[in-house]
């Protein structure tokens, strides 16, 4: 393998590597933007106080303000769906977009990046040990997670889009899209 197909390959991966990142926060920002919207609904008082910058706590409140009723009741089973869907990339995303990037080949011409990230204990069995993730990506393995990602942002956006449009919630750039002038 020349130096010219090792920097086509990780040029490439770090491409798809962007548009998984961005196509995980355009979720990630509509959850948040959710729970904005929702503080002006009592019913969701508690799960909106406060604002969280993580995905995870942000897919939580959702889910609970979802399981509360109120404005929310008729998405729920729709804004669920896509909450599993974005939830089931939380690991992936966090090794692409915080993990340290090594390229890696074969004599026979297999390549893929090696993502490795640090994670803070947590889990059942080791509740106190940290631990090293290290995961393969070649680029077949980056433009399935791109394909994915990308439509699941496309989806939670057209969902968003019409939930806000339907509670009167349409506004700012969520409007522009409504309308048709932009999109994921």
């Known amino acids: 393998m020349d130096q010219a197909e090792i920097r086509a390959i990780i040029e490439e991966g770090m491409h798809l590597r962007g548009w998984i990142s961005n196509a995980y926060a355009q979720v990630e920002y509509l959850l948040g933007d959710l729970i904005m919207q929702c503080r002006a609904y009592p019913i969701y008082a508690e799960q909106t106080a406060t604002f969280t910058h993580s995905a995870t706590k942000r897919v ?54 090696v993502f490795s990230r640090f994670e803070r204990g947590g889990g059942a069995e080791n509740q106190n040990e940290d631990s090293l993730v290290v995961r393969t990506f070649r680029l077949v393995d980056l433009q399935y997670h791109e394909a994915q990602l990308t439509h699941q942002s496309k989806a939670a956006l057209e969902l968003f889009t019409e939930m806000y449009a339907e509670l009167g919630w349409v506004r700012g750039h969520l409007a522009v899209i409504a309308q048709g002038v932009g999109g994921a």
Request: glycine share 12%; aromatic share 8%; proline share 6%.
């Open 60 to 113: 939580a409140k959702v889910r609970t303000m979802l399981n509360l009723g109120g404005p929310l009741a008729p998405y729920a089973a729709r804004v669920g769906e896509m909450l599993d869907a974005f939830s089931n990339n939380h690991d992936t995303r966090n090794l692409l977009a915080h993990g340290f990037c090594e390229f890696h080949h074969t004599p026979s011409g297999d390549a893929g990046l």
